[in-house]
């Protein structure tokens, strides 16, 4: 089945601090990979998307690139603020019928200023 | 983007009580998801909906049932609320065409 792992936190960091959160996967196929975010009291929000190998999904200063050869999508960002303070999810969608997400358990990050 | 609410956003109750947790949106979406998080923020699909009388159990078993008699609705009912079923429940649209999930705000559910 599909499996999203991502790298536990707390992650920790002063503010203009480089980001990177990893996040590889498990997935038959051709899976569209997503960062969602969720801020605190919030709902999750779409951050970025990549639908095939080697496209590299932004917005808001971060960045992550659909890696098929090591099956991974990590998340970037080179100068991190205290706004960005939330839980970042990595998920899949399987190309299927029921569009549904795989996700992985979530990264607490926390910026300071 | 989608409009999605979900009420009530906080909810305290004792056990044993029937809760319906609502959602509803209004961008005529036709694929709609119920997702529990547990307190350690993982999530777990529990049911979804293709459209219209359409409803289907996820990865996470759950004592909760669902419905969608209308579009723009999919609530979720618990009939005998327990302390286990405290958790934060997240739903989620998407167009049957898009790849985007959109997601409510959430209902914070604590049962006493």
């Known amino acids: 089945g599909n499996s999203v792992t991502q790298m536990e936190g707390p992650v920790t960091l002063s503010e203009e601090a480089f980001l990177t959160i990893n996040c590889t996967y498990t997935?038959?196929?051709?899976?569209?990979l997503f960062w969602y975010v969720q801020y605190p009291g919030e709902g999750l929000q779409l951050l970025l998307k990549?639908?095939?190998?080697?496209d590299k999904g932004s917005n808001k200063g971060f960045e992550a690139t659909y890696r098929k050869e090591t099956t991974s999508f990590h998340l970037e960002k080179g100068s991190v603020q205290v706004s960005d303070s939330a839980v970042y999810f990595c998920?899949?969608?399987?190309?299927?019928?029921?569009?549904?997400?795989?996700f992985g358990g979530g990264t607490r990050l926390m910026v300071k200023p | 983007e989608a409009d999605i609410y979900q009420t009530p956003r906080y909810l305290v109750i004792g056990t044993g009580k029937k809760i319906t947790l609502e959602c509803s949106q209004t961008m005529g979406h036709d694929k709609m998801y119920w997702y529990q998080q547990d307190p350690g923020m993982e999530l777990h699909l529990i049911h979804y909906?293709?459209?219209?009388?359409?409803?289907e159990k996820g990865d996470l078993s759950s004592e909760s049932t669902v419905s969608r008699i209308r579009t723009e609705h999919f609530p979720l009912t618990l009939e005998s609320a327990r302390p286990s079923h405290t958790s934060q429940y997240l739903c989620a649209t998407l167009r049957g065409d898009q790849e985007t999930q959109y997601f409510g705000p959430g209902t914070r559910l604590l049962v006493l």
């Open positions: 997935a038959t196929g051709y899976p569209s």
């Open positions: 998920a899949l969608r399987q190309n299927n019928a029921g569009n549904m997400l795989t």
């Open positions: 990549a639908t095939k190998a080697d």
């Open positions: 909906s293709y459209g219209v009388n359409s409803t």
